[in-house]
């Protein structure tokens, strides 16, 4: 079996058992030897005997027979099985294994007669003390043919059966730290799926007034833990219902726990709903009654049956007898309202743990036993068969009154709730009242507490519509932002570079704010979204329904997957004891404090009636921001740290360890001879090398990588690992700052099918022997990524472009897809490559963006302005919108015009003159607002009068199609002057779009071609820039 055990947990619980056996007291003073035996039953959910593996091994272990001597322990099992408890049974270098009598494997035989074993087994027994009686569970009764054999060859032996069943539960009652964390999770997570699914459900039935039966109601809870959302992040897997939901109301009431949901229809009174959520097998309990306009004196029964509650968990104290303290509670009950005494439930509640309900621990008048700190109680206390004096029809005059919580038994002190879910009046109380009385509210806080979602549904769209902004008007707002800061950052860079002054920044500390003003109030936030607030660099989590900022320095990394219909986000946290590098020590100044490890989300990745977009997106924009704030942070932090200069490149440090992470049969580019040869990469202590066949080595050091991409094969003929460096390297007798290695992926199908289908191919076989390849090579590539992030202890990230966000464009000399990274914008699958790296980028201009062009150009402008910008020509204009979007969110100043610039001129303008430059308004010059000035426009157009100097026959061309792309260096200066110059040229964008609307909605015309055709002509619709170029 694949499964680890717990080895320490195994020896420190099997010398528990035996430490108490051994003191002998109650049943155990009267066994000789214990046997466990578990057989196979699907319909049996809680036994002493499955309860009991759980607790040593961490899981069942059915068809097993255990055996426990007083010097020795056997274990009957299959042979897998007897593989997985070999981890316990070999016992040589545990130190903890000291104490603990040896364990005897036996293989059990299938399909043959187990004498043998079972002789051995007796052997055993009746050596142990004096071999007359042994401990069983009585009630743990097992079918099948292998059971049977068992009991009767105990039966023949004539053993006296002593049941051991409440010693052991009491044995197994208290719990370690590890178990208790994870029955404070489930109870984390019952009071999650009831205050956020079921509470909200009945909320909204009572809201609309629907019909829903209680069995319907219970159906739905068990189906929410399905969801991600409801569990705090917790893997569905690990979770399930200890028992079904029990939801009672219309007069109906028996609060016990065996009852199952009846089909009645909900009546709007007081619904009792008891719940357990089981996590990794360990139980929790949670029980509340809500109440529709209650009477007074349904009220004031309520809060007695709290103040009752509250007595209750006074006396549960480590050292107090059971029956005391339920005697003490019916004292109170007796002094402060008799009449209720007969009301009250026969027992209080029960220990609980990976049994649900523990029988021998039941809080009753009768129980001798004493609580011990660590035990984990389901207190469930309520009030039966109550008449609603006020109730007129049937239903409404009976009612029943249950509460209930998961409580930990402490030393000296009252039992701590582990299910903090409000109970007061006011939480459970859902009191409806007409329109007028709302409008008289004042009391916010209690009212949205009170009402619901109906009633206050109204106020919140109405203040949404007030304040809130569309998105393109937020991203105008930030890009307003970014122009004020952007000025200011450029006259301030290159005053020191002039001056080269060194001027280090304060280092910000890693809290995220100081005080509450500080925090956003973002539309995500209030709807318990994830956002990212980059001024702070805090990512602000809805946790428990709580929006809970984490500072990005606290993140270790972070993952996304899509499984089904739902998209997962994992969080992973910096904790102690988790391998921190350098900063070792100096990150938790107080490491007794409870850290958060990891953080899941789930969202659907299918797009409900009614909703503006798809709910997994707003993790897909988490993770990429995240991602990107993370990377911005960890290079600034590497930065500050180093003192130095530029680092001379090192020798590669070679480990000779074969286990270091290698890909074999790849190809590098470029090539280091004429002819492409394959090779090997290797992950050695400080860089890679990659050995050609013909024993070529280029090696690459971790330092001097400033992107690493892995561009996986989806939608791509090849899969890339891509290293653009920091210092260009030399092999192949030239310089290269951009080194890839690739394999082709159809090739190498294509060869694999050579050898079967060479003649006679399937299509189907060739196209799934393709999807297989794919798999393998995108698998064996995330290993060795994997590998090296690990064994870099991730100072080196690969990056992966987001295909999603990709698009088209020119940047040499022909069109390929260009896709953001984290931190970079790429293309690796065409050669040359493209990499641009968004920390570099002072600002980014669109040229040639006019409704009736099909493409517009992308100028990066760098912030080291001595550095030539780059263009990106033929970029789709239907990619304009998403392409802003990206930038917004990269913080990254954007703007656009009508007119290709010359952009030498203007650079050489700014680096000779960055004081006259800036007076003049620096950057602003680019705004549309500003493009209608008359001297700026005049020395735009002289420039281009200057450079940009094309032939009549690309002039004839542009005319005859406007759609046509422009070329990527020469404009018309012509059509330059005439922009200045013609009447409508000083209008924007909107103005020149709404004209064309109004155009096209007076002509009806269809077809967009023939539209475009006839706006040519058309002076209502365009300024008569054609006709002036002609001319």
Same mark, same amino acid.
């Given at each position: ?36 035996s ?22 069942? +272990? ?5 055996v ?8 009957l ?5 007897v593989?997985?408890?070999?981890? +316990?049974?070999?016992t040589?270098?545990? #130190? ?7 364990? &005897?494997? %036996? ?13 051995k ?67 984390? $997570? ?41 569990l ?7 979770v ?30 007081a619904?009792?709903c ?30 007695? =049956? ?19 303290a339920?005697n ?11 009449? =209720?005494?007969?009301? %009250?439930?026969?027992?209080?509640? @029960?220990?609980?743990?990976?049994? @649900? ?10 129980n ?9 109680m ?41 299910? !903090? ?15 007028d ?20 549904s ?16 937020k ?77 990005i ?5 972070? /993952? ?17 004891? *988790? ?15 409870? @850290?958060v490890?990891? $953080?899941t ?45 530029i680092?001379?490149?090192? *020798? ?8 270091? !992470? ?16 394959q090779? /090997? ?8 090398r ?25 939608? #791509? ?31 190498? &199908? ?12 399937d ?8 999807r ?6 995108? /698998? ?44 970079? =914008? ?25 409704f ?7 100028v ?13 020509n033929?970029? !789709? ?5 998403? $392409?802003? #979007?990206?930038?917004? *969110? ?8 009508v ?33 209608? *000035? ?6 735009? /157009? ?7 100097? !094309? ?11 406007s ?19 013609? #009447? ?27 539209s ?20």
């Amino acid at each position: 079996m694949a499964a680890n055990l717990d080895k320490e947990a195994y020896y420190r619980r099997i010398k528990r058992l035996y430490g108490n056996w051994k003191k002998g007291e109650d049943e155990f003073g009267k066994v000789d030897a214990i046997v466990v035996s578990v057989g196979v039953d699907e319909e049996i959910v809680y036994a002493k005997s499955t309860a009991i593996q759980t607790w040593l091994f961490g899981y069942e +272990v059915t068809d097993t027979i255990m055996v426990f001597c007083e010097n020795k322990i056997l274990f009957l099992a299959s042979k897998k099985k007897v593989d997985f408890l070999k981890q +316990v049974a070999i016992t040589k270098g545990n #130190e903890n294994a000291n104490g603990v009598p040896p364990i &005897t494997l %036996l293989t059990r035989e299938k399909n043959e007669s187990n004498k043998p074993n079972f002789d051995k087994m007796i052997e055993a027994i009746r050596g142990s003390r004096e071999g007359k009686t042994v401990g069983v569970f009585s009630k743990d009764k097992f079918p099948g043919e292998y059971m049977k054999s068992w009991n009767d060859t105990l039966a023949a032996e004539g053993l006296e059966k002593v049941d051991i069943s409440a010693v052991v539960a009491y044995t197994m009652a208290v719990k370690e730290d590890g178990e208790l964390g994870l029955m404070k999770k489930a109870a984390a $997570i019952t009071s999650e799926v009831y205050s956020k699914f079921f509470k909200e459900r009945v909320m909204e039935i009572v809201d609309a007034d629907e019909k829903v039966r209680h069995s319907k109601l219970a159906e739905s809870v068990e189906k929410a833990i399905e969801e991600k959302k409801y569990l705090g992040g917790v893997d569905p897997s690990t979770v399930e219902m200890c028992y079904p939901p029990i939801i009672q109301s219309g007069g109906n009431y028996s609060l016990k726990f065996s009852v199952v949901s009846d089909k009645n229809h909900m009546h709007f009174g007081a619904i009792t709903c008891a719940m357990g959520i089981r996590y990794k097998s360990y139980c929790s309990n949670l029980v509340r009654t809500l109440m529709v306009d209650p009477p007074q004196e349904m009220q004031d029964n309520y809060n007695f =049956l709290l103040q009752v509650e509250e007595e209750l968990l006074k006396e549960l104290k480590h050292g107090v007898k059971i029956c005391d303290a339920y005697n003490t509670v019916l004292e109170y009950v007796k002094k402060e309202k008799m009449d =209720l005494v007969a009301k %009250l439930t026969k027992n209080l509640g @029960f220990a609980m743990g990976i049994e @649900f309900r523990e029988g021998s621990l039941v809080l009753n008048a009768k129980n001798q036993y004493k609580l011990k700190k660590g035990m984990v109680m389901s207190v469930s206390l309520g009030f039966a068969d109550l008449v609603n004096k006020e109730g007129k029809k049937e239903e409404q005059k009976k009612y029943a009154l249950f509460v209930g919580d998961t409580v930990q038994i402490n030393e000296g002190e009252a039992a701590t709730v582990l299910t !903090p879910v409000k109970k007061k009046i006011k939480n459970v109380g859902i009191f409806l009242k007409n329109d007028d009385e709302e409008d008289e509210e004042e009391d916010g806080d209690d009212a949205e507490e009170l009402l619901g979602k109906g009633a206050r549904s109204a106020a919140l769209l109405a203040d949404r519509t007030r304040n809130e902004m569309t998105a393109e008007e937020k991203r105008r707002a930030h890009q307003k932002e970014l122009a004020n800061s952007l000025n200011e950052e450029a006259k301030r860079r290159l005053t020191e570079q002039k001056g080269e002054q060194q001027i280090q920044k304060a280092r910000k500390s890693n809290v995220s704010y100081k005080n509450v003003s500080q925090m956003p109030r973002e539309k995500d936030i209030r709807e318990m979204k994830i956002f990212i607030d980059k001024k702070y660099e805090t990512v602000v989590m809805p946790i428990f329904g709580i929006a809970t900022p984490f500072h990005i320095a606290t993140i270790k990394n972070i /993952s996304m997957s899509v499984e089904g219909d739902y998209t997962y986000l994992r969080i992973n946290f910096y904790v102690p004891g *988790s391998s921190l590098g350098r900063q070792e020590g100096n990150i938790f100044p107080n490491p007794d404090a409870t @850290f958060v490890k990891e $953080i899941t989300y789930r969202a659907s990745n299918l797009k409900a009636p009614g909703d503006t977009s798809v709910p997994s997106t707003n993790l897909q924009n988490a993770f990429r921001i995240i991602k990107e704030v993370q990377k911005r942070y960890k290079t600034r932090e590497a930065e500050e740290k180093e003192k130095e200069g530029i680092v001379k490149q090192d *020798s590669l440090v070679v480990n000779l360890n074969r286990s270091n !992470p290698k890909l074999k049969d790849l190809y590098i580019r470029p090539n280091i001879a004429q002819k492409r040869m394959q090779g /090997s990469l290797e992950a050695h202590t400080n860089g890679f090398r990659f050995t050609s066949v013909r024993g070529d080595k280029v090696d690459i050091l971790y330092n001097n990588i400033k992107h690493a991409i892995f561009q996986p094969c989806d939608g #791509e003929m090849i899969i890339v690992l891509h290293f653009h460096l920091k210092n260009a390297i030399m092999f192949g007798k030239r310089r290269h700052t951009d080194v890839q290695f690739y394999t082709e992926v159809g090739e190498i &199908t294509t060869d694999l099918g050579k050898h079967q289908h060479m003649h006679d191919r399937d299509d189907l076989y060739a196209e799934q022997m393709e999807r297989e390849m794919r798999h393998k090579l995108k /698998s064996a590539f995330k290993n060795f990524i994997e590998k090296v992030e690990t064994l870099t202890r991730e100072e080196l990230e690969f990056e992966v472009p987001f295909r999603d966000l990709g698009f088209q464009g020119a940047p040499y000399r022909s069109t390929c897809l260009l896709q953001p990274t984290s931190s970079s =914008l790429v293309n690796v699958t065409e050669w040359p490559p493209f990499v641009v790296t968004l920390d570099e980028v002072e600002l980014v201009h669109f040229e040639r963006v006019q409704f009736h062009l099909k493409n517009f150009d992308v100028v990066i402008v760098y912030k080291d302005y001595n550095k030539k910008v780059t263009m990106i020509n033929a970029v !789709p204009v239907n990619s304009l919108d998403p $392409i802003k #979007e990206w930038l917004n *969110s990269c913080d990254i100043k954007y703007t656009e015009g009508v007119q290709s610039l010359n952009w030498t001129k203007i650079m050489k303008t700014i680096v000779d003159d960055p004081e006259g430059f800036f007076e003049q308004g620096g950057w602003s010059f680019l705004d549309p607002e500003s493009e209608g *000035s008359g001297a700026e426009e005049d020395s735009e /157009s002289e420039m281009e009068d200057e450079t940009f100097n !094309p032939s009549a026959d690309e002039t004839e061309v542009e005319e005859e199609d406007s759609d046509e792309d422009y070329s990527s260096e020469t404009e018309d200066s012509n059509y330059s002057a005439s922009l200045g110059s013609e #009447e409508e040229s000083g209008k924007d964008w909107d103005e020149l779009e709404e004209e064309a609307r109004k155009a096209d909605k007076e002509s009806h015309y269809e077809d967009e071609d023939t539209s475009n055709k006839k706006r040519k002509n058309r002076s209502s619709t365009l300024p008569p820039l054609k006709k002036k170029r002609r001319s």
